[in-house]
């Protein structure tokens, strides 16, 4: 049963690891929701790794990449599995776009699952071809960010 969301904005935040013990959780979120065999380490200063707290709980992992053309992208965007349906996944969302705008970018792009593009449509995400490189079976997506 996905736990509650809780009320208030205070009980959420999201940063970058600070310690094992959150790199450890970030890499354990995204093992779970997307078996992924090993962790695979940030390739450069532009990409952003954040775990989603909860009360200072790890319960989200999402990698920000700034594309430097006023675009970031949002990867491997998951809420672990016990607390998924919840709301967090929209919360995560709300401020990893946050972060994106503190780099000065005023897009946010994502690769999606076709059984998750409505979520991201329900959030302000429209279908568009931001990547030209893109592989099949994917839906690009895009937010212009104000």
């Not at 992992?61 to 996944?89: E, M, W, Y």
């Not at 995560?92 to 449509?121: D, I, N, S, W």
């Amino acid at each position: 049963m996905p736990a509650d969301r809780p009320k208030g904005e205070g009980c959420y935040r999201l940063d970058s690891p600070q310690c094992d013990h959150d790199w450890q959780a970030y890499h354990g979120i995204r093992r779970r929701v997307f078996h992924l065999p090993k962790p695979d380490e940030p390739v450069s200063s532009d990409c952003h790794p954040l775990v989603l707290f909860l009360q200072e709980k790890p319960i989200g992992a999402i990698q920000v990449d700034d594309l430097k053309n006023q675009a970031a992208a949002l990867r491997l965007v998951a809420i672990d599995p016990a607390f998924q349906g919840g709301g967090h996944g929209r919360v995560m969302l709300e401020h990893a776009e946050q972060f994106v705008r503190g780099l000065g970018c005023t897009k946010a792009v994502v690769y999606a699952t076709p059984e998750a593009a409505g979520f991201y449509q329900s959030v302000g995400y429209d279908e568009e071809d931001w990547d030209e490189v893109c592989m099949g079976g994917i839906v690009q997506m895009l937010k212009k960010l104000d």
